[in-house]
């Protein structure tokens, strides 16, 4: 989602989808650590890939929602 759709929420809608998206960060980090803390089993490099860029992309919400947040 680019900024301006962000732009067009009010305040209240952002701060909910703010805490949603942090809570959604918190819960792929937590699945990221179980999952390649399981030793005894080959974990594919490309799984963590795909978590890497899953976080990079919730946490680019985030930033984009508290700049949004800030400019109000």
Do not use: C, W
Not at 26 to 32: A, I, M, P
């Amino acid at each position: 989602m680019n900024k301006s759709k962000f732009e067009e929420m009010d305040r209240e809608v952002l701060e909910k989808l703010l805490k949603k998206k942090k809570e959604k960060y918190q819960e792929v980090e937590e699945e990221k650590h179980f999952v390649l803390s399981q030793s005894g089993r080959h974990i594919p490099g490309t799984l963590r890939r795909e978590y890497k860029i899953e976080l990079e992309q919730i946490k680019d919400r985030i930033d984009k929602i508290k700049e949004i947040l800030a400019e109000r």
